[in-house]
Nanobody, 121 residues
Framework: QVQLVESGGGLVQAGGSLRLSCAAS????????MGWYRQAPGKQRELVATITSGGSTNYADSVKGRFTISRDNAKNTVYLQMNSLKPEDTAVYYC???????????????WGQGTQVTVSS
């Protein structure tokens, strides 16, 4: 089994910062891209940022220049540093990982349980 456990969400005032962490554990043969997605009430889940195993990053236009994604491959952990937060960043943030659980199995898409981020105005 594979588990993705997120932490670091919370309530912050506009302009503040938060750092999210997501640790992958369990049966992991190879960890490929990892990323963060978010879903606000009444809206579809959307991509926030992704990072490949080699460190290449991709960001949603709405967070460019404010959020930074990084990873520690030794710890199978991905981070999201969120600065200059805005009320519109309020959402449940989900960690995602594309990985091979076993050498002979196809890659799979795994999700964390989500962590709430609330930005007050």
């Amino acid at each position: 089994q594979v588990q993705l456990v997120e932490s670091g969400g919370g309530l912050v005032q506009a302009g503040g910062s938060l750092r999210l962490s997501c640790a992958a554990s369990g049966s992991i043969f190879m960890l490929n891209a990892m990323g963060w997605y978010r879903q606000a009430p009444g809206k579809q889940r959307e991509l926030v940022a992704t990072i490949t195993s080699g460190g290449s990053t991709n960001y949603a236009d709405s967070v460019k220049g404010r959020f930074t994604i990084s990873r520690d491959n030794a710890k199978n952990t991905v981070y999201l540093q969120m600065n200059s937060l805005k009320p519109e960043d309020t959402a449940v943030y989900y960690c995602n990982a594309d990985l091979y659980p076993h050498p002979r199995s196809p890659p799979g898409d795994y999700w964390g349980q989500g962590t709430q981020v609330t930005v007050s105005s």
